[in-house]
């Protein structure tokens, strides 16, 4: 008998992982090498509880995330093969949505089989890579959602160099880069995770998925490397993307108030609406979860902020920039209009 199925909706983290080592041998979660225990695979709790709500949630997640994919597979699609949405803005979208997809997908498969089974179990090197994946999308969107608001600055502050500034070259250029920070940075953070933290016998991870806090309460070795880089990241990829957001909107703000009229004050905010309200769910999420201090909060609170940004921001997304912007109206209803046509 597997571990998963040892498991009852009241059972605790602490009873769990006493089953969890009885169970040790044939789970092959311990393994002695030079006197040291290695742990070879982890045991992802996912909610605990009774049948009928994980089966609820179970096909909750399977509609989010099939509506994630279809709505930002429509957003990639517009943006490719329609002209009026062949503009920076629209191409920086179609960027978000690609997270957006690759976000969701790192995490949704795995637990939906979490929720099915009552926790489910992943290897050390699956959980290293789903944490690279997971870390290497949120990076790319802050530094995707910086680099969107420095478009609207130029849009709003400099309209008439905006053209030669916001060439496709450039864009194309720019948003390479975020895709190359991203990977790398995280790269280097994933193989010091994998390579310098030790895990001695404990294997029951109380989360969704592998995230960079819940390994951190299992290792038995030194952190301080982690924490350092951990730091490090958040500056590069968290606060700078966050000062520049501020500056840029505080310019944008100051350029708006000095529009005479108030419909042309109305029409320059109105295209920044839809990145400020995705950007403050973001954000709000992940300040909520990595910076402000967890002190109180209990591990369901974790998990369900990690859901928000993981799980439902990829899905309001392409929902807030489709009922709020005309263009992406318009070439659905284009769209829709010569298919039905053929």
Not at 166 to 192: A, E
Not at 198 to 225: K, M, R, W, Y
Not at 247 to 259: E, G, K, P, Q, S
Request: glycine residues 4%; positive net charge; charged residues 15%.
């Amino acid at each position: 008998m597997s571990l998963k199925h040892c498991v009852s909706p009241f059972t605790s983290p602490k009873q769990l992982y006493l089953r969890g080592m009885d169970s040790a041998r044939r789970l092959k979660v311990p393994r002695k090498q030079n006197n040291k225990t290695e742990v070879t695979e982890f045991f992802l709790l996912g909610f605990q509880g009774s049948q009928d709500l994980r089966l609820l949630l179970f096909c909750l997640f399977v509609v989010v995330y099939f509506g994630t994919i279809c709505g930002n597979l429509l957003i990639i699609t517009l943006v490719s093969t329609s002209k009026i949405l062949h503009t920076p803005m629209y191409f920086f979208i179609s960027q978000l949505s690609t997270c957006d997809i690759l976000l969701p997908t790192d995490i949704v498969p795995n637990l939906l089989h979490i929720l099915l089974n009552n926790g489910g179990v992943i290897t050390f090197i699956g959980c290293i890579i789903q944490l690279y994946f997971f870390c290497t999308s949120d990076a790319f969107e802050c530094f995707l959602l910086a680099l969107m608001s420095y478009d609207r600055y130029v849009a709003i502050c400099n309209p008439l160099r905006y053209s030669t500034i916001m060439t496709s070259r450039h864009c194309v250029i720019l948003i390479v880069i975020c895709w190359v920070f991203g990977f790398c940075i995280n790269l280097v953070f994933s193989i010091t995770t994998a390579t310098k933290l030790d895990f001695c016998g404990q294997n029951i991870i109380d989360h969704l998925f592998c995230d960079v806090l819940p390994l951190l309460e299992l290792a038995c070795s030194d952190t301080f490397i982690i924490h350092l880089e951990m730091y490090l990241i958040v500056i590069f990829t968290i606060f700078i993307p966050t000062t520049i957001i501020v500056v840029c909107y505080y310019c944008i703000v100051r350029a708006v108030l000095r529009i005479p009229s108030s419909t042309g004050r109305q029409k320059a905010f109105s295209t920044c609406s839809s990145h400020l309200i995705v950007v403050s769910i973001f954000y709000g999420t992940i300040f909520s979860v990595y910076i402000v201090p967890t002190k109180g909060q209990t591990i369901t609170m974790s998990k369900i902020l990690s859901l928000l940004y993981t799980v439902l921001t990829p899905l309001v997304n392409p929902i807030i920039y489709s009922l709020r912007n005309k263009d992406i109206k318009k070439a659905i209803k284009e769209t829709i209009d010569k298919h039905l046509i053929w």
